[in-house]
């Protein structure tokens, strides 16, 4: 165990840090470290301890542990390791071929060295409201397994981010692996990312996936919002006017115009207010289902 120590301005906090080499050290090292902190890829928590917002005692390096580095496929789901990367998810023959909006979300995450470093479970858990992939995971309807002392539990991704940088994962316990189920065909899709200039922080994320049956009408639509609440939601509001009906510009826009954020505390900070995320949102969900009804026209050609 090594001891860093760093003084000046705009670094971490004095922090002792520790390698893992299975999951059951890990959560050895969670139970006897007080004031612990999971490190993978680091691309955010390491900003947040430079700025002193987090100032954890211990930092608990897994990027040795190869048994949380998967993408597998089963009958029902794609399994992924935490520490898969950003860039494994964005090129992996499987998730391009059973899950493309998760393809697209992941090429779209920072720059290529983010994309080499960062983790799907270093993302979940940090859970920032701006990442990727936290409105596809609520869409897809994902889960998350959570792995502790005591065995391990799965959980809705929907139920499992609390808010800003806030999730049902324990001070113990760490996320092993992310499941999204197997829609297949999958889909026509959608997703935007609003940024005012490239790689800078999302102000409003729209996830979308669609099915339309022959006769044009709409079988199941999921719209999922990020970095607009304060957790990512469903816009469940706008899919209950779409669902059944024949897919027409009149239906959308009114489902459009149906989104609100009653109950839902919107962000606003110096980069967009409440009132302009709201209406963003608005803005963005009705570009992302044309896109994907762009999508659904276009496989109907071949």
């Avoid at 490239?198 to 719209?223: G, H, K, P, Y």
């Amino acid at each position: 165990m090594k001891r860093f120590r760093m003084s000046s301005t705009f670094t971490p906090a004095s922090f002792k840090y520790l390698r893992a080499k299975t999951i059951d050290e890990t959560l050895e090292f969670l139970e006897k470290y007080e004031d612990s902190k999971i490190i993978a890829g680091g691309q955010s928590l390491l900003i947040m301890m430079r700025f002193r917002i987090l100032t954890p005692k211990h930092l608990i390096d897994i990027n040795g542990i190869p048994e949380l580095k998967y993408i597998k496929l089963n009958d029902k789901f794609i399994n992924i390791g935490a520490l898969t990367t950003h860039d494994e998810i964005a090129n992996s023959p499987i998730i391009k071929s059973y899950c493309p909006l998760l393809s697209e979300a992941a090429r779209k995450v920072g720059d290529q060295q983010v994309r080499n470093l960062g983790t799907i479970g270093g993302s979940v858990s940090h859970a920032d409201p701006g990442a990727n992939y936290l409105p596809v995971l609520v869409s897809l309807g994902a889960q998350v397994v959570i792995k502790g002392k005591t065995g391990e539990r799965i959980v809705n991704a929907e139920d499992f981010f609390l808010g800003p940088y806030q999730t049902l994962l324990g001070e113990k316990e760490i996320v092993k692996e992310v499941r999204v189920p197997i829609i297949n065909p999958f889909p026509p899709f959608s997703f935007i990312k609003f940024t005012r200039r490239e790689q800078e922080f999302s102000l409003c994320t729209i996830s979308t996936i669609m099915a339309i049956n022959d006769s044009n009408v709409v079988n199941d639509i999921r719209i999922g919002v990020g970095a607009v609440h304060l957790k990512p939601v469903r816009a469940k509001e706008v899919e209950e006017k779409i669902v059944g009906k024949a897919f027409s510009l009149e239906v959308i826009n009114e489902a459009v115009n149906s989104f609100n954020s009653e109950g839902r505390k919107v962000l606003s900070d110096f980069r967009a207010g409440e009132e302009y995320r709201t209406h963003l949102a608005k803005v963005l969900i009705r570009r992302s289902i044309l896109n994907a009804y762009e999508i659904h026209k276009g496989r109907g050609k071949k």
